[in-house]
């Protein structure tokens, strides 16, 4: 139920906090909150904040060559048609990422490693399959350290670099 919740609207911090709960008895759920958390950052959501909208009022594009029957018909229009102006076109804007979204997607990176490392079993895997678990865990945990650097200095000293 909370899972889905979050898909509906999810934000980096939610999710990291989400994993966080769910790390060591429920990796299942740590592991979707960290593939929600991936598609805010694939999609430049990392910024989104919950249920939060912010719009932009611009104005539509306007053509630049006209067609000149158009323009007769438009000559043919009455003086108040003419006046009235088109309205704005809405658009949502995504808030750029704060040092703390870097934060909560460091640590969610981080937990995603951890559940992704403890994927590994000898006995059913073949020496491939545990490699590319590893791989994955430890690109997971890299990219961690770069999105922790994007962070505050004390937040990459005191939680990533431990």
């Not at 937990?111 to 865990?137: F, H, M, W």
Request: charge should be positive; charged fraction near 25%.
């Amino acid at each position: 139920m909370g899972l889905d919740l979050l898909a509906q609207d999810p934000n980096i911090e939610l999710c990291a906090r989400f994993a966080e709960k769910a790390m060591g008895s429920h990796n299942k759920v740590a592991a979707r909150a960290a593939i929600i958390g991936n598609n805010l950052f694939d999609e430049g959501k990392l910024g989104w904040k919950q249920g939060e909208v912010l719009l932009l009022h611009r104005r539509p594009a306007t053509a630049t060559k006209k067609d000149p029957k158009e323009e007769a018909k438009n000559k043919k229009k009455s003086i108040s048609d003419s006046t009235t102006e088109a309205k704005p076109e809405v658009v949502e804007a995504i808030p750029s990422p704060t040092p703390e979204d870097y934060q909560w997607f460091a640590l969610l990176l981080l937990y995603k490693g951890c559940v992704t490392a403890s994927l590994i079993n000898p006995a059913v895997q073949d020496k491939t399959t545990q490699i590319e678990i590893r791989r994955q865990a430890l690109s997971a945990i890299s990219e961690s350290i770069n999105f922790s650097l994007k962070g505050s200095k004390s937040f990459a000293n005191t939680h990533i670099m431990q």
